[in-house]
């Protein structure tokens, strides 16, 4: 029986995009003899149920192509704005899946889709080592909240803390505990009663929206696409080794003109949590300074660094900071209110952490510029910035681009051959490796303080805003 694929392009476009859609099609089409159709703007085209065939006339010519012909948005399909409101339109997303006879959906997203749309994020679940059954089960869950009313039913945290006792006191995924719950569900049909109890929903309320898909029948394969490469669990990202090489050449470019003028230039790199894009286009560019949001700058060793650059004769500096880099001060607060929020217990207090943090957020929208001139006044040297942006999406894939995702997305389509769903294509050096979801989701990949990327910077001199 023909096997029917539909395919979504969501969150932020990525270059090689095109080249994921055209493998996976020409495989699908070509050597099984499925049908694939591609839903138009993301999440937001299966709602609405517009889409386009893809057949070989549709899919030729656009390996090399930016972009995506699909469109993409970031609609989140659990609040999504429809009707002049923001509604949970998951329902209607597994209507259409099954009104088009789909098979299974291809959703290709990179870290936002991932983690927050299909399953959710990473939460500390506690640090009690030697629990008892009798206590209430956000004593274990949110020690923060321990006297929550949507967990104060005895038997399901009897059950729950049963299956969950071997994770205790160890950071845990959402992901992880659905297994587990999944576990205890076949184990004990009691169990099975839970499945609309206030006390599971309150556990499960970051995810819920995948349960409602896994629940429901829906088979679904992730390709990994992001320029940032922070996705968990695979070598690299389709999009960043494009992204890499532009931000690469304006450092080049910027080095002439830095010369030229004796100036201080600070290029904006994107990368709001994942500093891999400024760490890789810093080392390669040979920028002076590197700035990520993984190591929290103190402005007096960035400023030093550059002094003593100009007293060694280097009229000059070139500094390579990631969008979502902070100074040391502003670092600490805005995790103080990420905690605050994540402890709140109730709403009020939610509202009030995130609004502190809406706060901190608009305080520093225009940090590379603030930067740029704290630099000036600390070392007199003139500076100019320069934001890359959106530059970085777009243009022509690379070459490594174009191989990438044609390799993970004709391995997606032996996937689906073999009726084997619920997990990403990543990239394991020259093999495509098949990661369920529920491992990837939530993990996202940040640059450790010791990787050897960071390291060469070190060796190099490069200065990376912390103190020696």
């Not at 050597?31 to 006339?57: A, S």
């Not at 709403?347 to 706060?359: G, H, R, S, T």
């Not at 006044?377 to 500076?383: F, H, I």
Request: hydrophobic share 40%; with cysteine.
């Amino acid at each position: 029986m023909t096997k029917h694929i539909g395919i979504l392009t969501a969150g932020g476009d990525s270059p090689g995009l095109n080249a994921a859609i055209r493998g996976a099609g020409k495989a699908a089409q070509g050597h099984y003899g499925m049908q694939m159709i591609g839903f138009l703007d993301g999440f937001r085209g299966l709602v609405d149920n517009r889409f386009k065939r893809l057949e070989g006339e549709t899919l030729s010519g656009i390996l090399t192509r930016g972009g995506t012909i699909l469109g993409t948005s970031r609609d989140k399909p659990h609040r999504m704005l429809f009707g002049g409101k923001v509604q949970d339109m998951t329902d209607v997303i597994v209507d259409n899946y099954h009104a088009n006879h789909l098979d299974t959906l291809i959703c290709i997203g990179g870290g936002t889709q991932k983690n927050k749309r299909v399953f959710g994020l990473v939460i500390d679940f506690g640090t009690s080592q030697s629990p008892k059954s009798t206590r209430p089960l956000t004593t274990y869950l949110c020690p923060s909240r321990p006297g929550h009313p949507a967990l104060r039913n005895n038997f399901a945290s009897s059950l729950l803390l049963r299956t969950w006792l071997p994770m205790t006191g160890r950071r845990v995924r959402r992901p992880t505990l659905f297994s587990l719950w999944r576990k205890a569900r076949r184990e004990n049909s009691a169990a099975s009663r839970l499945l609309g109890s206030t006390s599971l929903r309150f556990a499960l309320h970051g995810w819920q929206r995948a349960l409602k898909l896994l629940e429901k029948g829906l088979n679904i394969i992730t390709l990994p696409k992001t320029i940032d490469n922070d996705v968990g669990l695979t070598d690299v990202t389709f999009g960043f080794d494009t992204a890499l090489g532009i931000a690469t050449d304006a450092i080049d470019r910027l080095h002439s003109t830095a010369h030229s003028h004796h100036r201080i230039i600070v290029v904006e790199i994107m990368g709001h949590r994942a500093g891999w894009l400024a760490l890789g286009a810093g080392i390669a560019g040979g920028a002076d300074v590197i700035l990520l949001p993984e190591i929290p700058y103190d402005l007096e060793v960035v400023a030093d660094a550059i002094r003593k650059r100009s007293r060694s004769g280097k009229n000059f500096s070139i500094v390579a900071v990631a969008e979502g880099a902070l100074p040391t001060d502003k670092a600490s607060m805005v995790r103080e209110a990420e905690q605050r929020k994540l402890n709140a217990a109730n709403k009020k207090e939610k509202k009030d952490a995130k609004e502190d943090l809406a706060q901190l957020n608009q305080e520093y929208a225009n940090h590379t510029v603030l930067l740029s001139r704290q630099l000036e006044q600390m070392t007199g040297l003139e500076s100019r910035v320069t934001i890359l942006g959106h530059l970085q999406r777009g243009g022509t894939p690379s070459a490594a681009d174009r191989l990438l995702a044609t390799r993970l997305s004709t391995a997606c389509a032996d996937l689906i051959s073999q009726d084997h769903f619920g997990v990403m294509v990543a990239a394991r050096g020259d093999d495509a490796v098949a990661v369920p979801l529920e491992d990837v989701a939530g993990n996202k990949k940040l640059v450790p303080q010791d990787h050897p990327w960071v390291v060469s910077a070190q060796r190099v001199g490069t200065c990376l805003g912390m103190s020696e």
